[in-house]
């Protein structure tokens, strides 16, 4: 690492957790407004769970900057976590996608 950038790599990483929580989140909220005006309850099924993902999502992240703000020795998150995380990030990605071509679909 070079000088000024030295071990803010945790911290950035802390911050990327907070940001996938709130993209999490946009998606749920797309998700379940869709599922809402078209009555389609297996999307707003999706946008429920996205919304209790995101609030995991989000807490991982306050917990990792709080870690960090008492630890000088950054751990990485577990590998459960980041399985969940990505696992999340997909469900969120097909809940965005079919909440767009659902409304795009005549009939």
Excluded: E, K
Excluded at 9 to 16: E, G
Excluded at 54 to 77: F, M
């Amino acid at each position: 690492m070079n000088g000024a950038d030295s071990g803010l790599q945790p911290q950035r990483t802390a911050l990327a957790w907070s940001r996938t929580g709130l993209a999490v989140f946009v998606n749920a909220l797309l998700a379940l407004r869709t599922g809402a005006q078209l009555g389609m309850t297996f999307v707003v099924t999706l946008g429920i769970v996205l919304l209790f993902a995101a609030a995991g999502i989000v807490a991982c992240g306050v917990w990792r900057q709080r870690y960090l703000a008492h630890s000088h020795a950054p751990i990485a998150p577990s590998v459960s976590m980041i399985r969940g995380v990505v696992i999340t990030r997909w469900l969120a990605c097909a809940a965005g996608l079919v909440s767009i071509l659902v409304t795009l679909v005549p009939g």
